[in-house]
């Protein structure tokens, strides 16, 4: 790792040494009783994984620290707690993760809010029940587990799952650097009996200081989770209004865009998923005097499919079957599939806000408008600002072609905050990968048209040129983003522990 300084063009870059961080690796003794044996694991044993020097030639840097790369990084101690191999001999890696801290979902961690699925499917259970770091584990190291089987769930709160991820991001928290945020990836050097590339820098920028740091690393992983998707009609009034908030950001900013819990707040929230529902629940809750409007484009909620059979589409071993498929068999499977995951909410939470919604007529005076409402049939198509400051939403509002009603058929409906519950983008690696196109294999003129497609291998394996990057020696990986190629649970929670033991022997083999 080296810092440059990115404030001054004029200026040559000059290395600046960092001091090496001593490395300290334990082993338990014969006389280690079995609760010391199965205490929470100390700093000292996380650096069974040692510290790279300053400028060391890394074995892989992973780009960011979310679940997917704590599937790798707990992989890869589990492996090196079975390895013979001393300590300094041990593959030297880099987590780099932009936030200054561990979060995962910080805007959506509601209060009562639970994990859709099992705790079962943590990062490490399905690749090996016996790791020191499944979720039963975590509950045990923390004096939890009696209690937490008194709950008689599968399905902790979202809230306990990110301190189970934190925990596990803590445990090799030594070769983690946290408020660095990569700004590209470059061939580093040929190797010296061919002309291919056997390495690659790493470049990124330190989010306080704004200097530069650079990792040479034979391997890059890029595990950096979604981006905000906003529609393109409504991208321009996001970015300028503040008042106006994609549903990543809503637990961490709403209080600053509606400082008084107690006012009449006007609040829309955009979306018919499982993200949508919640905030559409929270908000009645949180402002229990402002009024809550769920718009969505069909006539209602639909119910996410979590039926047995179907969910075994996201068994790992499916993942081999949906690679090997003909492409166009590929898609009809995901369309088909869609209901496990896509603009779909939990059955209990559709019956709590119709719930919810029944008693608000039960309770409310005959002929009032009511508090807390569903549009249906809308399509947002535009976002404005009001001269008051107010958010306007420009509607297609479809309701006349299903029902009979005189419903306008546009409607421009004001808002003091709106939360954009649009989904993600799994596209974080198009910009840090520019440097790289050049290595992919040669396109025909036509396509070269398009936009550049990062293909990658069942092993989730960027396909370079052969001749011009030495697959021996280099590649680079993709996590979260082969929804195409490797199915809908790509980029979800459910084969994280499995994949992170597949990413551990492609990228290092047998340690």
């Known amino acids: 790792m080296v810092r440059l300084s990115l404030r001054d063009s004029n200026d040559s870059p000059v290395p600046v040494p960092v001091p090496e961080l001593p490395v300290k690796a334990t082993a338990p003794t014969d006389q280690s009783s079995q609760s010391q044996l199965n205490a929470p694991r100390s700093t000292d044993w996380a650096r069974e994984l040692p510290i790279p020097r300053p400028g060391e030639l890394h074995d892989f840097v992973c780009v960011g620290v979310g679940p997917a790369a704590l599937g790798i990084g707990t992989a890869l101690q ?23 801290d561990f979060h995962w979902h910080a805007g959506m961690q509601l209060p009562g809010v639970k994990m859709q699925i099992s705790f079962i499917k943590d990062v490490a259970t399905q690749r090996d ?10 509950l045990f190291t923390k004096g939890r587990l009696n209690k937490y089987s008194n709950l008689n769930t599968f399905r902790p709160s979202r809230i306990e799952y990110q301190d189970y991820l934190k925990w596990c991001a803590d445990s090799f928290r030594h070769i983690i650097h946290y408020g660095q945020e990569v700004v590209e990836v470059t061939p580093s050097q040929q190797s010296s009996k061919s002309e291919s590339v056997d390495s690659f ?14 990792y040479h690393t034979r391997n890059v992983i890029v595990a950096a989770g979604g981006c ?19 549903s990543s950001q809503f637990q961490t900013s709403i209080s600053r865009v509606l400082p008084d819990p107690t006012s009449k707040y006007r609040i829309a929230i955009v979306g018919a998923g499982q993200s949508g529902a919640e905030i559409f629940t929270s908000v009645q809750t949180a402002f229990p005097n402002a009024q809550a409007s769920l718009i969505i484009r069909g006539s209602a909620l639909r119910p996410l499919d979590g ?13 081999t079957n949906m690679y090997r498929r003909e492409k166009s068999v590929r898609e009809a499977s995901q369309n088909a599939d869609k209901a496990t995951d896509r603009g779909v909410v939990n059955m209990d939470l559709i019956e709590r806000i119709y719930e919810n919604m029944y008693n608000q007529t039960l309770l409310s005076p005959p002929g009032a408008p009511p508090q807390h409402r569903i549009l249906r049939y809308r399509n947002v198509v535009g976002l404005e600002s009001s001269p008051s400051g107010a958010a306007v939403l420009i509607c297609e509002n479809s309701t006349a072609l299903y029902e009979e009603c005189d419903e306008p058929h546009n409607e421009r409906l004001e808002f003091d905050a709106v939360v954009l519950a649009t989904g993600y983008a799994y596209n974080s690696h198009l910009k840090m990968f520019k440097p790289l196109e050049h290595l992919l294999p040669q396109t025909n ?6 936009p550049v497609e990062w293909n ?20 680079v990986w993709l996590q979260g983003c082969n929804e195409k190629t490797h199915g809908l649970g790509d980029s979800l929670l459910s084969n994280l522990a499995t994949r992170g033991g597949e990413m551990v022997a492609s990228t290092l083999g047998e340690l």
Request: aromatic share 10%; net charge neutral; with cysteine.
């Open 228 to 246: 905000p998707s906003v529609p393109p009609a409504l991208a321009k009034g996001y970015a300028a209004q503040g008042n106006v908030l994609h």
């Open 78 to 100: 589990d492996a090196c707690e079975k390895s013979t191999t001393p300590v300094q001999y041990r593959p030297k890696v880099a987590f780099i993760e932009r936030e200054t």
């Open 201 to 214: 820098l790493v470049t990124c920028r330190d989010v306080k200081t704004g200097d530069a740091i650079c």
């Open 129 to 138: 029940p016996r790791s020191h770091f499944t979720f039963l584990n975590y």
């Open 445 to 450: 003129s036509n396509e070269r048209k398009k």
């Open 456 to 475: 990658v291998a069942e092993d989730y394996r960027v396909i370079f040129d052969p001749d011009k990057v030495d697959k021996s020696q280099a590649g």
């Open 307 to 319: 039926s047995p059979f179907v969910n075994e589409i996201f068994d790992p071993e499916q993942v």
